[in-house]
């Protein structure tokens, strides 16, 4: 399957891609409780974020050509979304230093964490990354009541799934006995490597709520256009880039080893 630029394929390539991303993770947590076989859900969970990468984030727009023109909008756009990728790539190795703290520390044991929210969770931003798809092309074709629509849709979505990281699963993490250890070696590694992780996670979604909000706000004054509108193009970007990292914490934190 490739990419396309037909606003009707485009819409339905995204819809396929969700559909794919979401048996993966019904699969996923089949996996986990029944095989516990952590080598499947690590290709699962990459097949996962190829899929993100190239179909949501366009990774391929990276080859796109331009004009010679170092004026021109498109020039313009070629270099700020190199920019972009290299941030997110500078970014992403605060993720993967985490991540390496929870398999040093952690091995094959894992938080007693709520099953069920976490898919819940796992599946709410899932599904924002898929309206947040929709917003983008839809912009990407000039229609701009339609992206207005699908990125505030992303946005409740969002923030229902900061929500319920931070204001739920936090707290029965808490009544659960998993606490911070931070200057107390005595409560070991556990909560410290949960709620930082997820505490990390929690501010990108932050910092991308707050950046659907100015690109929403900029729409409602005519600021993009089918041709000019690299902005939403940064803000869904960051945002599947936000769900991309939360694809490889998920089994990490909810699915991946015995709970002690």
């Known amino acids: 399957m490739s990419h396309t630029q037909d606003k009707s394929a485009a819409l339905r390539q995204g819809v396929l891609i969700f559909i794919y991303l979401a048996a993966l993770t019904a699969l996923e947590y089949f996996i986990a409780i029944t095989f516990k076989a952590v080598s499947i859900l690590v290709i699962v969970a990459m097949i996962k974020a190829a899929l993100v990468m190239y179909y949501y984030m366009h990774i391929y727009k990276l080859n796109a050509e331009s004009e010679d023109d170092e004026h021109s909008y498109e ?5 700020n979304r190199l920019g972009l990728w290299l941030f997110l790539l500078s970014d992403s190795f605060v993720f993967a230093g985490l991540m390496t703290t929870r398999i040093n520390l952690l091995g094959l044991t894992r938080p007693h964490l709520d099953q069920l929210l976490g898919l819940v969770v796992t599946a709410i931003l899932l599904l924002s990354s898929f309206f947040m798809n ?9 229609d701009k009541k339609s992206f207005m629509n699908n990125t505030l849709v992303t946005f409740v979505l969002g923030l229902g799934f900061l929500l319920g ?13 998993l606490v911070a250890s931070f200057g107390n070696p005595a409560a070991g590694p556990m909560g410290a490597v949960f709620y930082i992780m997820t505490g990390m996670h929690a501010f990108h979604v932050l910092t991308g709520l707050i950046f659907l909000g100015v690109v929403w706000n900029n729409a409602r004054k005519n600021l993009y256009s089918a041709r000019q509108h690299w902005g939403v193009e940064a803000a869904a970007v960051y945002w599947h880039f936000v769900d991309l990292v939360w694809i490889f914490y998920y089994p990490a934190l909810y699915l991946i080893g015995r709970v002690v």
């Open 75 to 79: 020039y313009k756009t070629g270099t």
């Open 134 to 142: 929709r917003g983008e092309t839809a912009m990407s074709h000039g």
């Open 165 to 177: 990281v931070v204001l739920v699963e936090w707290r029965l993490a808490a009544e659960g006995g």
